[in-house]
């Protein structure tokens, strides 16, 4: 239950309560919800603390980046903690012509360069996830999906957004796919159709346009809601049309394979099955906030609530930034600017505390050091080009083997590798773990009917026992080859 909820809940209920039941009922919703109150800062005490960075940033997408490089700006010990997938939806964009200064840019350049400014000034990368964060003591706790913990005095939550799913049947079927610019190369000369009506339904039918032999934009109601700009683009594509008032039903599919979607024709008030291989999502973006649920307040969406112009959250010293917070703009650019008074504040924060930059320069050996994170052990990661080179590692292996197949122009893909490897490592002599380069071997990706990646198929004894299409973390992995491990 939410916080708005619970006071509906308390004011309904005022009269059975009496004034002294109010008192205790606020008091209580105060310590359960992380409602700012005044809290000790002990920053003398911070020399009995290990692990401590001054500012800690969740996300590395733009708002994370721009946050890092305002903190180490201030000369402040900045700790960025990467996440599932480093770079945010920017690495998966293709072309941006709206970023100021750049008349054309890849979006995945505009992380690499904002990364490697950060980098440049001193910023540190945990290449992990968040795995618990505890807000109700400072310094600020967190635990990462690798076991580190780590006292954040400052922290700045970045995590974007994730695309939304529709939740229909079929949805899982190899063949749906919410990133045309990761799976568009596998549609060539194919039907393909992209569901939504907003500005990135536009820019994935013109993504798609590049290899499809057809692309139909689904949309749901009687106009689409895009920038008249954008829709605009798409004039210059004929292969790309527009369907209105089509409401997608069901993925319909042949075993693993999409043979179309089942969708109500409004117009005609009938439901008809239309021929697609490929179904492209593109209907908004879900928060990525379900982690500081109850430990912050967040709106009905889930997107984090913030005070005023500033970027701080319900509770004093932490603060939020980008698509995790702004439900309106939803712009890189946005993102970044919103980073930057997250950084702005949070120094503001240490300041306030009486956390000097003097104070911060003798606790250097309190401070927590990626070099000191756990690493795994890396193991071989095999390397198959061919069929034939899947052949000789199946005969020779001896019980489960594990193929992740990727993409140079998948960015998620790339940002998998090193936990798959690293998880690899954990798991010498029970299984063997191979990585396929998706556009060398093609022989073995048609074989397997590989559509998407990442792509990561599983076999036992030669035999597929596992297929999973979407890129995971360290601790995601583990629990995906376990499921094998037992059965
Ligand atoms: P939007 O929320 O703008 O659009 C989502 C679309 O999906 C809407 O047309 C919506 O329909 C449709 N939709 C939602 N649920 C369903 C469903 N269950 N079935 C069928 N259709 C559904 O999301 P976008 O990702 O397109 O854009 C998000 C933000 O990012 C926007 O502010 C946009 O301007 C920005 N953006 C900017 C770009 C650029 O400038 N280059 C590129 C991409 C995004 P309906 O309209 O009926 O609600």
Excluded at 115 to 124: C, K, M, N, Q, S
Excluded at 202 to 227: D, H, N, P, W, Y
């Amino acid at each position: 239950m939410n916080k708005d909820k619970v006071i509906a809940m308390i004011i309904k209920h005022k009269n059975i309560l009496g004034i002294s039941g109010l008192v205790v009922a606020m008091c209580v919703l105060g310590a359960c919800f992380g409602t700012k109150a005044a809290r000790e800062y002990d920053v003398e005490g911070l020399n009995k603390i290990e692990n401590i960075r001054p500012i800690v940033v969740i996300g590395s997408g733009p708002a994370g980046l721009s946050a890092a490089i305002y903190g180490a700006r201030a000369n402040r010990s900045t700790l960025v903690i990467e996440g599932n997938e480093p770079g945010g939806l920017l690495t998966k964009t293709t072309t941006v012509e709206n970023w100021p200064g750049e008349v054309s840019i890849q979006g995945p350049d505009i992380v690499k360069k904002m990364r490697e400014h950060a980098e440049h000034l001193g910023v540190d990368f945990l290449t992990d996830t968040v795995q618990d964060v505890d807000f109700t003591q400072w310094p600020f706790v967190i635990t990462t999906g690798d076991g580190e913990t780590i006292h954040a005095l400052t922290v700045i939550i970045a995590t974007g957004a994730n695309p939304r799913k529709l939740n229909i049947p079929g949805e899982e079927l190899s063949g749906v796919s919410a990133c045309a610019v990761c799976d568009a190369p596998f549609f060539k000369n194919e039907e393909v159709a992209v569901i939504g009506g907003g500005d990135s339904a536009v820019e994935e039918a013109i993504q798609l346009a590049s290899f499809a032999k057809s692309v139909t934009i689904l949309v749901r109601g009687k106009e689409m809601r895009a920038a008249a700009s954008m829709q605009d683009r798409l004039k210059e594509y004929p292969k790309i049309s527009i369907r209105y008032n089509t409401k997608p039903l069901e993925v319909v599919g042949d075993g693993d394979k999409v043979t179309g979607l089942l969708v109500h024709n409004v117009d005609k008030n009938a439901n008809e099955t239309l021929p697609f291989s490929g179904i492209f999502l593109a209907i908004g973006h879900i928060p990525n906030s379900q982690l500081f649920e109850g430990k912050i307040d967040l709106d009905e969406g889930g997107y984090i609530k913030l005070h005023g112009r500033s970027q701080e959250t319900s509770v004093e010293g932490v603060f939020a930034a980008g698509d995790v917070e702004d439900h309106v703009y939803r712009q890189a650019r946005v993102a970044e600017g919103s980073g930057v008074k997250a950084a702005l504040d949070a120094e503001n924060f240490l300041q306030k505390i009486g956390f000097s930059t003097a104070r911060g320069a003798q606790l250097k050996s309190n401070l927590f050091r990626v070099d000191r994170a756990h690493k795994s052990p890396h193991a071989i990661l095999h390397v198959l080009e061919s069929a034939k080179d899947f052949d000789e590692l199946v005969a020779k292996a001896q019980g489960i083997v594990i193929l992740d197949f990727y993409a140079d122009y998948c960015p998620s893909c790339l940002h998998m590798l090193p936990a798959y490897e690293a998880v690899a490592g954990e798991y010498v002599g029970q299984v063997e773990f191979a990585k396929v380069n998706a556009e060398k071997a093609i022989d073995l990706v048609a074989k397997f009917y590989v559509e998407r990646v990442p792509c990561l198929l599983v076999f036992s004894n030669g035999k597929l026992i596992g297929r999973y299409n979407q890129a995971m973390d360290k601790n995601e992995l583990r629990e995906f080859v376990n499921q094998f491990l037992k059965s």
